[in-house]
């Protein structure tokens, strides 16, 4: 199957400006939001706290339930509705110390006071100490940092260091995307969604190594037409494969984003966003970087290889 004629020739790199312009903006924004709002909107699993499922026989509002609950010195306490059903709801603090060890049976008599005997079930309490916390945001962090390590040293020995360096900014552009629509959108940020930003790193490599193979085997048939021309053939080259790649999985993530459910819903935004972010960048940030990588080691802008190469 072929979306794009074989001998497209869309002018990428005659836009790289505008791209870097955009990519600035969407990453200030994403600083911006994440300043504003105290940093990342961390889940009971970085920050600490209490998680209570509670699944009523009748439909009912966050708001009455925060007023039945407020017999209960629980700290600040988010009610949330969880799923499609309209009786079901996570009850979530920041709390968490051996007092409130017995939380969920309070929560459970407080309910059944104001709504009945028999109406509330809770399906599942989970507790986390602040130090256990801190520990996994910790962990956390290292696991994208060690993974962007571990890219970095692949890349560089199996292409040059200056596409190591492209696809590093790229999937660092990714990731700080994706963190900042979290932080807009006032998404939390838990252990699921880590494993999401690791999926975003290696679908974003994955797509950037396809375009930087091709750039090199280019490189080497056709290093008389200058690196602005290769890279943007190579790129066209590879068009079809990355929109019929990234379009399918887009339709598989989309489909989990409204069909499955609260428990993976911030995990398939995650997804979504970055595979986006991901394709955009594999196009527009880790390609034209070598080429500002280029022009910074030599010193002078390379309009002149660029001159009548693309059309």
């Known amino acids: 199957m072929q979306l794009i004629k074989p001998d497209i020739n869309i002018d990428f790199i005659g836009k790289r400006k505008l791209a870097v312009m955009l990519s600035l903006a969407m990453i200030l924004i994403s600083i911006l939001s994440l300043i504003v709002r105290g940093g990342p909107n961390y889940g009971i699993d970085f920050a600490g706290g209490m998680l209570v499922q509670v699944k009523f026989e009748t439909d009912t509002t966050a708001s009455a339930i925060k007023d039945a609950l407020a017999a209960i010195d629980m700290g600040h306490v988010s009610v949330q509705q969880f799923g499609d059903e309209r009786n079901e709801f996570l009850l979530r603090t920041q709390i968490a110390s051996a007092e409130l060890e017995n939380l969920a049976q309070q929560i459970d008599q407080v309910l059944e006071q104001t709504y009945g005997a028999g109406q509330v079930e809770i399906r599942r309490a989970e507790m986390v100490g602040p130090q256990v916390g801190k520990e996994l945001r910790q962990k956390g962090l290292l696991a994208i940092l060690y993974a ?63 375009v930087y193979d091709r750039i090199r085997e280019n490189m080497a048939k056709h290093a008389r037409e200058g690196l602005p021309t290769v890279i943007n053939s190579s790129i066209n080259q590879t068009l079809s494969r990355t929109i019929l790649t990234s379009g399918t999985t887009l339709l598989v993530v989309l489909a989990l984003f409204i069909f499955g459910g609260g428990v993976i819903h911030n995990f398939a935004f995650a997804l979504l966003v970055g595979i986006g972010v991901g394709t955009y960048s594999s196009i527009f940030v880790a390609s034209p970087i070598l080429i500002f990588w280029e022009d910074w080691r030599k010193g002078h802008p390379a309009q002149t290889a660029e001159k009548g190469a693309v059309s």
């Open 148 to 210: 962007m390590v571990g890219i970095l040293i692949y890349i560089t020995w199996r292409f040059e260091f200056r596409f190591a360096i492209g696809a590093i900014i790229a999937l660092a552009h990714d990731v700080i995307i994706t963190l900042g629509l979290f932080s807009i959108f006032g998404k939390e940020i838990d252990l699921p969604i880590i494993a999401a930003f690791l999926a975003i790193i290696g679908y974003s490599l994955n797509d950037t190594i396809i």
